[in-house]
């Protein structure tokens, strides 16, 4: 349960930059502003224009900013590690390249996004080298956040790449008791635009980055909390789930095949989270026994449908089963998170099964299988941004093994998370060692 976590005060992954008072006060103006305007009364806003040559839709920047705003070695600097490094971490669901490609040359027209742009990358390369309490991501940070205001009052096509951008800074050095508040925001945001999981073009992209988000802050809460984001506004209304599959399915895109594991990962927490609130707090949700059993059957056999159905590019390339974990490689990065979260979906299934439910014997039938599926995927595949969206599923497959020699390997991998993409992960350790009985910290 939440009330598990260790303070991150007592970490040393967390830096100063999530403690730096001027950091927390411009946290609280972005919140405060992104509530404020998603609950404002201002026009629906227009479809995102064609990006090739655009200005922004409102001719609020008229002209290229870029060069006036990469005015030093550093900044080029940034935005090219944001390119290079950040960028496919937020794009690893998305062969159109939404944040590497176009958001890019939207940000041409629009300093808000360009400034988020930066300070994301300026941040991450903080992570790595650790230079102490001097932040150059926070004054960009900042300036991005004071930009914001005419984009959001205008609806410009650009203000939610970059807030859900900002957002992302915000994640990376968080504590598990933070995420939820860092992501409330971006969810209002959402919700006030319209946009949902098959809205198209760039509003689809950014919502499945922001999504992936909001499923790992529900994993975080152990079964205590859906997503923020209502699961019913991650597709267009009045959808029924038994033509779901058929939507997702109807692009022929294996991006949407993944996108698809998210949303029944995120329904299972719905799930277990409206069954939490119906069995311990008495919250008259309709999720009584009968009901639960049926939404259980539907997730499950909608999840064994999906690995059935799964493009030849989401399968394994290499599959070999080895000690500590399977060696399991992937060719397409949608596939190694996509993979990990069916797992993941898998075994909160199956730690609530209702008991009239029989599923046989076999694999698919054990948490300690798909325990040890998650755990070899991150190891076989180091696609920095897969390991990002690992640190849950991790998390919930670690408290499944028992031999010491998977625990060593898994904190190992998380040593190597944390080192190799500067998103904070160690905090994890010390919560895998209770579970465990025993204590691993000096393992390396």
Known sequence: MAESFHS?????TFDEFAFDPSFLASQQELRSLLFYHAQSNAPTRAASPVLEGTKS??????????QDVISTPKRIEYLRKYIGIVAPWLDM?????TFGIQLPTLARHSPALLYAILAISARQMERISRPGSSFDSLELYQEAIRRLPPLLQARDP???PACVILCCLEMMSASAQDWRRHLEGCAALFEAFDINGLSGGIDQAVFWCYARMDLCGALISDGTESTLLRIENWVPPGMRDDDLRHHFHASGSSDMHANYAVYLCSRVCH????????VELGEENGCDAHDFASTWLWLW?????WTADRPADMVPIHNVDSKPFPQILFGHWAAISSNQLYHTACILLLSTAPKAVELGKGNVSSELWHAR???GISWT????GCLNNAIQPLWIAGQRLSHKAEHAQLVKLFRSIEAATGWGVCWRIPDLEDAWGYNLSGAT
Do not use: W
């Open 8 to 12: 991150p005060f007592t970490i040393a």
């Open 271 to 278: 799930l277990l989270a409206r069954r939490t609130k119906y």
């Open 93 to 97: 669901f998305d062969a159109e390249r």
């Open 381 to 384: 595949n180091q696609h920095h």
């Open 158 to 160: 650009s203000v939610v």
């Open 301 to 305: 056999n909608e999840l064994q449908a």
């Open 57 to 66: 839709e409102v001719g609020l920047f008229s002209h290229n900013i870029m």
């Open 373 to 375: 599926r998650i755990c």
